[in-house]
């Protein structure tokens, strides 16, 4: 038990507090489908160098369709994406997503350890910061883990460490895993709890959604043939990986448990706001204790194939883009979701 502790507490390094001028932080996921720079790429590049203060997140899935594999296309398709910081100053992150983990192939793991390293050997070689990470959470890790950027705290996770089926995994089998998932339950309701006390905002960050209405949203019309097909003898097809398709589908029974547990933690702590990718379009949803953004059209789309009619959704589109939080002076967060041909698609003022 102590080692497993161990790992989650080195999982949260201690950065120095940024200075209190207005930070921008930018939002883009799903952005790997592309060995050329595409026009979402382009927009983000000069929104970064018009910025003297702020961040960007990637939020996973950065490599299609099997994370960083060894081939060309895949070498291409990340740097498509970190040559976009090349002139900009700030901080900037990657968290990976279900594609990076092979899409729950075996050799998942493997690709996510090679991407992280191809990144941070990237920041040295190419951006000249040598003594700085931007991949996390590390080591195929869960999280939680932190960065303090002064007016708001990161919190990164990687979720598809609960999805990628044990059978494939490296990381925390059978004992093990459930207790690093208790431990890191625990460690984030304590990293909300202290945020919360210095009256900041917790960012939480992770690729796949916890409430989302897009088309890996929890269907009830779907719910017949993910029973069939985990509840049933056919779950049997899951060891031959045919049903790898559906683990990062809401109705996927680990992904809902996951999304509700998170949901209710997250839901008793003030101040929070939830940033996921995953989903080819752009979700606004703002509820009572959190901020829900979906980002994840940076380059590939999926259209919104249901009406949304709940009220909480404040914003959607079938679009390419990324969103910005501005996080001013006042303590006030603005929010704007941009186009891929630099058009603001949204916008308010103390969104939260």
């Known amino acids: 038990?102590?080692?497993?502790?161990?790992?989650?507490?080195?999982?949260?390094?201690?950065?120095?507090?940024?200075?209190?001028?207005?930070?921008?932080?930018?939002?883009?996921?799903?952005?790997?489908?592309?060995?050329?720079?595409?026009?979402?790429?382009?927009?983000?590049h000069q929104r970064l160098r018009a910025t003297e203060n702020g961040g960007v997140v990637f939020l996973g899935d950065n490599i299609y369709p099997r994370g960083l594999d060894g081939t060309k296309d895949a070498e291409l398709k990340l740097l498509t994406q970190l040559q976009i910081l090349k002139g900009f100053q700030g901080d900037w992150f990657f968290i990976p997503g279900n594609?990076?983990?092979?899409?729950?192939?075996?050799?998942?793991?493997?690709?996510?350890?090679?991407?992280?390293?191809?990144?941070?050997?990237?920041?040295?070689?190419?951006?000249?910061?040598?003594?700085t990470k931007h991949f996390f959470p590390e080591k195929g890790l869960p999280g939680p883990v932190t960065y303090d950027a002064g007016k708001f705290v990161m919190i990164f996770t990687d979720t598809d460490w609960w999805l990628h089926r044990s059978f494939y995994h490296k990381v925390g089998k059978e004992d093990k895993f459930k207790r690093m998932q208790i431990q890191y339950f625990y460690r984030l309701d304590s990293i909300l709890t202290a945020v919360e006390k210095q009256g900041?905002?917790?960012?939480?960050?992770?690729?796949?959604?916890?409430?989302?209405?897009?088309?890996?949203?929890?269907?009830?019309?779907?719910?017949?043939?993910?029973?069939?097909?985990?509840?049933?003898?056919?779950?049997?097809?899951?060891?031959?990986?045919?049903?790898?398709?559906?683990?990062?589908?809401?109705?996927?029974?680990?992904?809902?448990?996951?999304?509700?547990?998170?949901?209710?933690?997250?839901n008793n702590h003030k101040n929070v706001i939830a940033i996921a990718g995953h989903e080819h379009n752009l979700?606004?949803?703002?509820?009572?204790?959190?901020?829900?953004?979906?980002?994840?059209?940076?380059?590939?789309?999926?259209?919104?194939?249901?009406?949304?009619?709940?009220?909480?959704?404040?914003?959607?589109?079938?679009?390419?883009?990324?969103?910005?939080l501005i996080f001013d002076e006042n303590d006030k967060i603005t929010l704007k979701v941009w186009s891929d041909k630099n058009e603001l698609l949204y916008e308010e003022k103390g969104i939260y």
């Open 283 to 324: 979700q606004v949803i703002k509820r009572p204790n959190t901020l829900f953004l979906i980002s994840g059209s940076g380059s590939k789309l999926t259209p919104l194939k249901r009406k949304i009619t709940q009220k909480d959704c404040l914003f959607h589109a079938s679009k390419p883009g990324f969103m910005e």
């Open 99 to 131: 594609h990076d983990w092979a899409k729950g192939r075996w050799k998942g793991y493997k690709n996510v350890i090679r991407q992280a390293n191809y990144i941070n050997n990237y920041a040295k070689d190419s951006l000249h910061q040598p003594n």
């Open 1 to 44: 038990m102590r080692i497993i502790i161990f790992l989650f507490f080195i999982q949260l390094p201690l950065f120095a507090q940024k200075k209190a001028d207005t930070y921008s932080l930018f939002l883009i996921g799903d952005a790997g489908n592309s060995t050329v720079q595409n026009d979402v790429h382009k927009t983000l």
């Open 200 to 266: 900041k905002k917790s960012v939480f960050l992770s690729h796949h959604p916890i409430v989302d209405y897009g088309e890996h949203g929890y269907h009830k019309d779907k719910s017949w043939y993910y029973a069939l097909v985990n509840y049933t003898p056919f779950q049997a097809f899951g060891v031959l990986g045919v049903n790898r398709a559906l683990n990062s589908e809401m109705n996927q029974p680990r992904y809902m448990r996951l999304a509700d547990k998170m949901y209710d933690i997250l």
